[in-house]
Nanobody, 125 residues
Framework: QVQLVESGGGLVQAGGSLRLSCAAS????????MGWFRQAPGKERESVAA???????TYRDSVKGRFTISRDNAKNTVSLQMNSLKPEDTAVYYC???????????????????WGQGTQVTVSS
């Protein structure tokens, strides 16, 4: 059984940084595309970033240049470094494992088989 566990969320002031981590058990992450999503209260879940099995990555426009997704295959983890945080980044952040190693349709939650429980990120103004 695959389990994904996020950590690293918290409260930070605008302009600050946080690093989220997602640890996997039950399956190696290296052969699958992985994604980060977020969901703010009253809003739909939205894609944030994805990383392919090859290491190539992609981001939603609003986080480009501020967020960086990476993976450590030896530790079976995926991370999201978030810099220059804004109040609009406030949400519960989820990591997820895609059923597609190439990360096709990476923005679509339906492409992901497994999800973590989420970690809260709150950015104060």
């Amino acid at each position: 059984q695959v389990q994904l566990v996020e950590s690293g969320g918290g409260l930070v002031q605008a302009g600050g940084s946080l690093r989220l981590s997602c640890a996997a058990s039950g399956r190696t992450l290296s052969t699958y595309a992985m994604g980060w999503f977020r969901q703010a209260p009253g809003k739909e879940r939205e894609s944030v970033a994805a990383i392919r099995w090859s290491g190539g990555n992609t981001y939603r426009d609003s986080v480009k240049g501020r967020f960086t997704i990476s993976r450590d295959n030896a530790k079976n983890t995926v991370s999201l470094q978030m810099n220059s945080l804004k109040p609009e980044d406030t949400a519960v952040y989820y990591c997820a494992q895609s059923r597609d190693q190439y990360g096709r349709n990476w923005y679509d939650p339906a492409m992901y088989d497994y999800w973590g429980q989420g970690t809260q990120v709150t950015v104060s103004s």
